[in-house]
């Protein structure tokens, strides 16, 4: 079987805030097709590294690439239309607009009609829009609320609108920012079997995640870190049983 061809590269990325270093000289490389996971401790750098990645934060040194190509100076809306998505920890989404609206809004990078596809006559590419959008809430199972407010929906669903939102873009990377924070048991199983149908369908997913059983489930590569730096990395069996890893979380 031929290697999977390398969609995203970090290479040797430092950011400091305050001279205090966020990120010391972190190589990361996320495989096409794959589920990458980031894990550590509170304070090792994962949402640096995520927000250096979407163009949120800019390094003070090194380098990142998406297939090949040098996007370190991109700003996030830049990044976007090449492929690169992110979701957000602390949920940004429009409260006052509804679940559709809002999953429409993410397609914004592709066409200049926005929430024009919602008028009485929409144009072909509109309703190619809109049948893109619905089909968004179907996968992250929010059709029956199309038309409720996204600020009324629970808070696990505010985070499965988000990634719906994100596919909307058609993104070739998805970088998640911790996806099962506030969810229920049975919310959890379902974003595991989420990205699963999503990784079968050839998207490249980075996620962030303190639940070790949904990295354990999803990730076919994990990446650890603690205080900025690298702490290990490899197949999720063996990194997440490890004892440096046991050592970084508990203190052991």
Known sequence: MSPLAELLR????????QGVEALADIDLAVQEGTVHGVVGPNGAGKTTLLNVMSGYVRPDAGRIELAGRDITRLT???????????????????????VLENVLLGQHTRARTGLRSLWPFPTPQERALRAEAEAALELFELAPYRSRRAAELPYGLQKQLEMARAMAARPRVLLLDEPAAGMTTDGRHALVERLHELRGQGLTIVVVEHDMDVIA??????????????????PPAVVLAGDEVRTAYLGT
Do not use: S
């Open 217 to 234: 489930k999803v990730c076919d590569h994990v990446t650890v870190l603690n205080f900025g730096r690298t702490l290990t990395e490899g």
């Open 10 to 17: 970090v290479t040797a990325v430092t950011k400091r805030f």
């Open 76 to 98: 996030p809306q830049l990044r976007v239309p090449l492929g690169l998505v992110r979701t957000f920890q602390n949920i940004r989404l429009y409260g006052g607009l509804t």
